[in-house]
């Protein structure tokens, strides 16, 4: 079991640029999330999903979209990047609602936005 | 509404010494509360969780977190402190009917001296 898998591990975009970032999971989780992680400001989330086909904005989705056409992956896409993107990005995944289940993350994409 | 507050940045220990980190929180219903560890360069591990029941849960690793609802407080325990539980901890909150909204707090960095 991979678990929960992201890429890239590492990415750096001018402003402007465009970039997805995907993120996969074998644990047959229904619940999928993305998170940005601040200096500060603990987890945010912008994204999520309760199932294939389905996303839902978050605390801060301004400025990501965000793609479930498979169960197991997750898409995050920055139409237009901005310097305030600059950040640690998480994918998460959890069995029920992660309200009252525990989430399994990823390792994390670290994104700088020149 | 829901928000929590780890009031500690930093937590220093020594090596087999008993260890706490604090949080506390606020929901506006019956809260769910979760702790998480992070680990350098890592996702977030889920280390225990409270739902209902007894007050006292039991953990990953040896942990165990006291949910306090008069004092709405939720700390995080071990009885003897290793070197490798040096790490980022992360409490969070949600509440029945909360839907996917968990809050996280800011993070306490534990550092366990040799």
């Known amino acids: 079991n991979a678990g929960v898998t992201q890429t890239p591990k590492f990415r750096v975009l001018k402003t402007g640029q465009s970039m997805t970032l995907l993120c996969a999971q074998d644990?047959?989780?229904?619940?999928m999330y993305w998170y940005r992680q601040d200096p500060g400001m603990g987890l945010r989330l912008i994204h999520y999903?309760?199932?294939?086909?389905?996303?839902a904005k978050g605390e801060v989705p301004d400025g990501y979209n965000v793609s479930r056409l498979k169960k197991q992956n997750f898409l995050l896409g920055l139409e237009s990047a901005a310097p305030s993107q600059t950040s640690v990005y998480f994918c998460?995944?959890?069995?029920?609602?992660?309200?009252?289940?525990?989430?399994?993350f990823g390792p994390g994409t670290r994104l700088t936005v020149t | 509404a829901q928000s929590v507050a780890q009031p500690e940045d930093q937590v220093n220990v020594a090596e087999g010494n008993p260890l706490t980190v604090k949080c506390t929180y606020s929901?506006?219903?019956?809260?769910?509360l979760f702790w998480y560890v992070q680990y350098p360069n890592r996702g977030l591990q889920f280390l225990l969780k409270?739902?209902?029941?007894?007050?006292l849960v039991k953990g990953s690793y040896g942990f165990e977190a006291e949910f306090n609802k008069s004092q709405t407080s939720f700390h995080l325990k071990k009885p003897s402190a290793l070197v490798s539980d040096s790490a980022l901890y992360f409490c969070?909150?949600?509440?029945?009917?909360?839907?996917?909204?968990?809050?996280f707090g800011i993070g306490t960095k534990l550092q366990v001296i040799p």
């Open positions: 998460a995944s959890s069995y029920g609602g992660a309200y009252s289940y525990e989430q399994y």
């Open positions: 644990m047959n989780h229904e619940y």
């Open positions: 999903s309760v199932g294939e086909g389905t996303t």
């Open positions: 929901v506006s219903g019956n809260p769910y």
């Open positions: 409270y739902i209902t029941g007894d007050n």
């Open positions: 969070a909150v949600s509440y029945s009917g909360g839907y996917q909204k968990v809050t």
